[in-house]
């Protein structure tokens, strides 16, 4: 691709140290079709996961959910998808304990917190479009309410 003019910003609101990640792709100008059709993809994959997750289910399970819709569009990405969050300490705010990743058997629970990294790079660009939650009683909340596609500045 030429020059893409994309830009990945990932910012956190915090406080008393708890953090809330999110993460936003901006492309400065009309964005080449391969570049918002990944957007697309990036947030169906997200939505497909975030809108199953549930107490009980296990953490490779909402991986698999991510997985399910990026394979249906002929995408493979190897990494997690997410992690726990909470109270955070420099130099990050995640912490060590599970990973929406294949293998993990961690159940969900209320209260749990994570930050969904939906996020794909191929080897010319990337998009992340990613956020955090809460499980609950009956599936997730999101900590944030801001659009989830990519955002086109002209």
Not at 57 to 77: D, F, N, P, S
Not at 107 to 115: A, I, N, S, V
């Given at each position: ?109 209320p ?26 009683e ?17």
């Amino acid at each position: 691709l030429p020059e893409t003019g994309l830009v990945m910003l990932e910012i956190a609101g915090v406080r008393r140290r708890y953090h809330a990640p999110l993460t936003r792709t901006f492309h400065l100008g009309a964005p080449p079709d391969e570049v918002a059709d990944l957007a697309k993809i990036c947030v169906e994959a997200g939505d497909a996961a975030m809108g199953r997750a549930a107490p009980g289910m296990t953490c490779e399970a909402v991986e698999a959910i991510w997985q399910g819709v990026l394979q249906r569009h002929g995408i493979e990405k190897k990494s997690r998808v997410g992690y726990p969050i909470g109270v955070g300490y420099p130099p990050d705010w995640g912490e060590r304990t599970c990973s929406l990743r294949p293998g993990d058997k961690t159940e969900l629970t209320p209260g749990m917190c994570f930050h969904f990294q939906a996020g794909l790079w191929l080897d010319a660009f990337g998009v992340a479009i990613s956020e955090g939650f809460v499980v609950t009683e009956t599936g997730i909340e999101r900590f944030a309410d801001a659009p989830r596609e990519l955002i086109v500045i002209d």
